[in-house]
């Protein structure tokens, strides 16, 4: 059975800085991108980063610059640097992990980021 674990989260003030981990165990398949979640109360998930198999990443506008997603594909982990905080990326960040053959896709349970001004 596959588990999508994530760990890291927590309380923050504005301008600090965390560091969230992603371990994917029991796949059979190679995991072709993985990426980062998030949603703030009553708001809808977004995506905050991704990274695929080649190492191309991509970002949303609101973390470019203060945020690094990468990975260890070996170990199935990603990692989520998260610098320069500000209250408003506050939420539950959700870590996905996505199979092209066959198309699956899998979430984790989520860490709480929270970060006070």
């Known amino acids: 059975q596959v588990q999508v674990v994530e760990s890291g989260g927590g309380l923050v003030q504005a301008g600090g800085s965390l560091r969230l981990s992603c371990v994917v165990s029991g796949i059979m398949f190679r995991i072709d991108g993985m990426a980062w979640y998030r949603q703030a109360p009553g708001k809808q998930r977004e995506l905050v980063a991704g990274i695929i198999t080649s190492g191309i990443t991509n970002y949303a506008d609101s973390v470019k610059g203060r945020f690094t997603i990468s990975r260890d594909g070996g170990k199935n982990t990603v990692y989520l640097q998260m610098n320069s905080l500000k209250p408003e990326d506050t939420g539950v960040y959700y870590c996905?992990?996505?199979?092209?053959?066959?198309?699956?896709?899998?979430w984790g349970q989520g860490t709480q980021v929270t970060v006070s001004s």
């Open positions: 996905n992990a996505r199979t092209l053959r066959p198309d699956n896709t899998y």
